[in-house]
């Protein structure tokens, strides 16, 4: 399914939309090696466009820029619970390489990319040379927040 090969919520690389494009965020994304990028709108659970380095790579216009205007506002979304072949049929139909994956409530539960299913058909990793992690899975685990989880919390 696609939340098998996902990259988790916890450790999208995001831009808000009201962010200034300049050189400090330039080389934030930068050093992510992402090609891709949600832009949100408050939270990760209002993905509101996509943004891509080669459009900012390409501005003319020397003038001061936000996300919310360079980037591209079709998003597509997909189940977390859909099959991997669903995925591949979506992407090759909306010529589209990233998929905003969400929960049942319709919540971001991650991202998935052309790579990420195609790699599972392969059975394994395509590693480039910008990849800095060979499973973002682990380092979602490491970085994890421990979200919800006060100290007198009971789980039932």
Same mark, same amino acid.
């Given at each position: 399914?696609?939340?098998?090969?996902?990259?988790?919520?916890?450790?999208?690389?995001?831009?808000?939309?009201?962010?200034?494009?300049?050189?400090?965020?330039?080389?934030?994304?930068?050093?992510?090696?992402?090609?891709?990028?949600?832009?949100?709108?408050?939270? /990760?659970?209002?993905?509101? #466009?996509?943004?891509?380095?080669?459009?900012?790579?390409?501005?003319?216009? *020397?003038?001061? *820029?936000?996300? #919310?205007?360079?980037?591209?506002?079709?998003?597509?979304?997909?189940?977390?619970?859909?099959? /991997?072949?669903?995925?591949?049929?979506?992407? /090759?139909?909306?010529?589209?390489?990233?998929?905003?994956?969400?929960?049942?409530?319709?919540?971001?539960? #991650?991202?998935?990319?052309?790579?990420?299913?195609?790699?599972?058909?392969?059975?394994?990793?395509?590693?480039?040379?910008?990849?800095?992690?060979?499973? /973002?899975?682990?380092?979602?685990?490491? *970085?994890?927040?421990?979200?919800?989880?006060?100290?007198?919390?009971?789980?039932?």
């Amino acid at each position: 399914t696609v939340s098998e090969v996902m990259t988790p919520r916890s450790v999208i690389n995001y831009v808000n939309k009201n962010d200034v494009i300049g050189p400090l965020m330039l080389n934030e994304l930068h050093i992510t090696g992402h090609s891709r990028f949600p832009v949100i709108e408050n939270d /990760l659970d209002h993905v509101v #466009g996509l943004l891509y380095t080669k459009d900012l790579v390409t501005l003319s216009d *020397k003038q001061s *820029k936000t996300a #919310g205007e360079v980037m591209d506002s079709r998003v597509y979304y997909i189940n977390a619970d859909q099959t /991997l072949n669903h995925a591949l049929t979506a992407f /090759l139909k909306a010529r589209h390489h990233m998929f905003i994956v969400v929960n049942e409530y319709r919540e971001t539960a #991650g991202v998935v990319t052309l790579e990420d299913v195609v790699e599972a058909f392969l059975g394994y990793k395509i590693i480039d040379e910008f990849d800095q992690h060979d499973d /973002l899975r682990v380092v979602a685990e490491r *970085k994890a927040n421990k979200n919800n989880n006060p100290p007198d919390a009971i789980n039932v």
